[in-house]
């Protein structure tokens, strides 16, 4: 027999699996897991080991409606945890389509340097949850080229990045891919 002294470890934890809306709807809030932290206890050299705990394999397909369940963490051997599942919600609603003129800004540009972009401002056109329809700003979704990748490009054309962490903003359009710069 081996006895080894037990241990505890703060994780977050992890969702483990596949999240598919139905047609026509779009995830409108950020996935909740409560707790988002567990404690897991067990030997050092296992919990060493361990970065984050993740749920047990789950899937939620053809989503139309929110959904709140509890899902089990998967077990490692050895190890017990604070608590043995977590809830689980998932916020789906229809959405739409909307229409906005946002700036293209320039990113990683020394300050005594100006550099302008032809078109200064792009239209894109991308799918919001209904509920956020009116409270998009131009906050949510950034339209960038970086400095330091103009340096090492000599056509005079830069590709457009365009970024959105908002999760109730999906399917991001331009009409314009590139942009033209002094």
């Known amino acids: 027999l081996v006895y080894e002294q037990l241990a505890k470890k703060k994780l977050p934890v992890k969702f483990n699996g596949i999240i598919e809306t139905a047609q026509q709807y779009i995830l409108s809030e950020d996935i909740l897991i409560e707790p988002d932290t567990i404690i897991a206890y067990g030997p050092k050299r296992l919990l060493d080991q361990l970065k984050f705990v993740k749920t047990n394999w789950t899937e939620f397909k053809e ?16 190890v017990r945890y604070s608590t043995d599942d977590v809830k689980f919600s998932v916020f789906s609603e229809m959405f739409t389509e909307k229409e906005l003129v946002f700036p ?12 302008r972009t032809f078109p200064s401002q792009v239209k894109l056109k991308f799918n919001v949850a209904l509920s956020h329809f009116k409270s998009i700003s131009l906050n949510e979704i950034t339209v960038e080229v970086d400095y330091q990748h ?13 970024l959105s962490k908002a999760s109730y903003i999906s399917n991001i359009r331009s009409d314009f891919e590139e942009v033209e710069y002094v």
């Open 63 to 78: 989503l139309n409606q929110t959904i709140e369940t509890s899902i089990l963490l998967q077990r490692i051997e050895g």
């Open 104 to 115: 293209v800004k320039v990113i990683n540009c020394p300050d005594n340097l100006i550099v």
């Open 150 to 162: 103009l340096l090492k490009n000599d056509e005079g054309k830069q590709k457009l990045k365009i």
